[in-house]
């Protein structure tokens, strides 16, 4: 094996590594700032609105750093996924849900009542650099179902169909129900009551992220999907 084939392997390996950290990164710093923001209430506030606030830093650092985590997994895929037009779109597509992650970590979110702590009804108010963050939201959900189901695509045409099937049931449908039950153009929306939109969000938090890190740890550990890449030996 020659040294650049050792090189192009060890850095297709850590673009997949990106997207292996991700999801936990993105995952574990929110949910500790939701246990600890005072204000914060789970049942109440979506966890996008942990970016407004005197520590609003904290989630539009994590959004940043998870986006370009994101952006460079999806280089890792288009190294490693290379049959075919619908492998390259996928990875293409998952470049863009970076983008999207890292538009929501620059832009923060309008406050919710009760969040950041002592803000009222009355308070709220929608905003442009809100709505930016929302469409991102909302946009993200939609970039990464269309990725799901073009990835979802690729690997039935290779026979992979456990996967393929894996995909379709871990995006789509909770991208779909995300955003029929809430509008992403509505940053001041009184979600306090609709449980439905409460359901919807904790579940693509958790379940959209597990679809994201076993897709990476799948490429990450299975060498027969390294194409076109030399393999350490």
């Given amino acids: 094996m020659t040294t650049t084939g050792v090189r192009s392997a ?23 700032q939701g246990l ?12 996008n609105v942990m970016t407004t606030g005197d520590l609003g830093w904290l989630q539009r650092t994590n959004g940043l750093l998870t986006g370009v985590l994101m952006v460079l997994f999806a280089v890792g895929v288009s190294r490693v996924l290379r049959t075919g037009r619908f492998a390259a779109w996928g990875a293409r597509l998952l470049g863009l849900y970076g983008v999207a992650i890292m538009v929501g970590g620059i832009f923060p979110s309008d ?10 009804p009355e308070m709220v108010r929608t905003t442009w650099h809100g709505i930016v963050h929302q469409g991102a939201r909302g946009g993200g959900y939609l970039v990464l179902t269309m990725a799901s189901l073009v990835i979802a695509w690729s690997f039935a045409a290779e026979g992979r169909r456990a996967w393929a099937w894996f995909t379709v049931a871990a995006v789509p449908v909770l991208g779909a129900v995300m955003l029929a039950a809430h509008n992403p153009l509505a940053p ?36 027969n999907t390294l194409r076109g890449a030399a393999r350490p030996q």
């Fill in 10 to 32: 060890r850095a297709t390996r850590s673009l997949l590594a990106c997207g292996v950290v991700a999801g936990p990164l993105y995952v574990v710093v929110t949910l500790v």
């Fill in 36 to 47: 600890t923001r005072d204000g914060f209430d789970p049942r109440v506030h979506t966890f």
């Fill in 111 to 120: 406050p919710q009542p009760g969040f950041p702590a002592g803000t009222t």
């Fill in 188 to 223: 001041g929306a009184d979600v306090t009551g609709n449980p439905m939109v409460r359901l919807v969000f904790f579940a693509p938090l958790g379940l959209t992220w597990v679809w994201a890190f076993a897709f990476a740890t799948h490429l990450f550990t299975t060498r």
